[in-house]
């Protein structure tokens, strides 16, 4: 059974950073991993994502520059790591797991809370 765990989140301040993990367990030589957001009354938008194998990288632009996705294939752990951080980022996190490229994302994780205050 997969499971995909999130930790990281919580309340920081304009500027601040964070840094949220995505453990997976239950399914090994995956594709791809991304993170989602989703804030109050919108819909859910992409974060960023990237692929186990050669670790290529995709972010939305209104994230570029400022967060960065890595990989532990070790520990089979994803990370996002949140730099000045605005209070427009506030959301719950997700983590998605792409099985095979031919796949859209599967398995999703329950969320971690990211919340910026001004």
């Known amino acids: 059974q997969v499971q995909l765990v999130e930790s990281g989140g919580e309340l920081v301040q304009v500027g601040g950073s964070l840094r949220l993990s995505c453990a997976a367990s239950g399914r090994t030589n995956n594709y791809a991993m991304g993170w989602f957001r989703q804030a109050p009354g919108k819909e859910r938008e992409f974060v960023a994502r990237?692929?186990?194998?050669?670790?290529?990288?995709n972010y939305a632009d209104s994230v570029k520059g400022r967060f960065t996705i890595s990989r532990d294939n070790a520990k089979n752990t994803v990370y996002l790591q949140m730099n000045s951080l605005k209070p427009e980022d506030t959301a719950v996190y997700y983590c998605?797991?792409?099985?095979?490229?031919?796949?859209?994302?599967?398995?999703w994780g329950q969320g971690t809370q990211v919340t910026v205050s001004s």
């Open positions: 990237i692929t186990w194998g050669s670790g290529s990288t």
């Open positions: 998605a797991l792409q099985t095979t490229y031919a796949r859209s994302y599967e398995y």
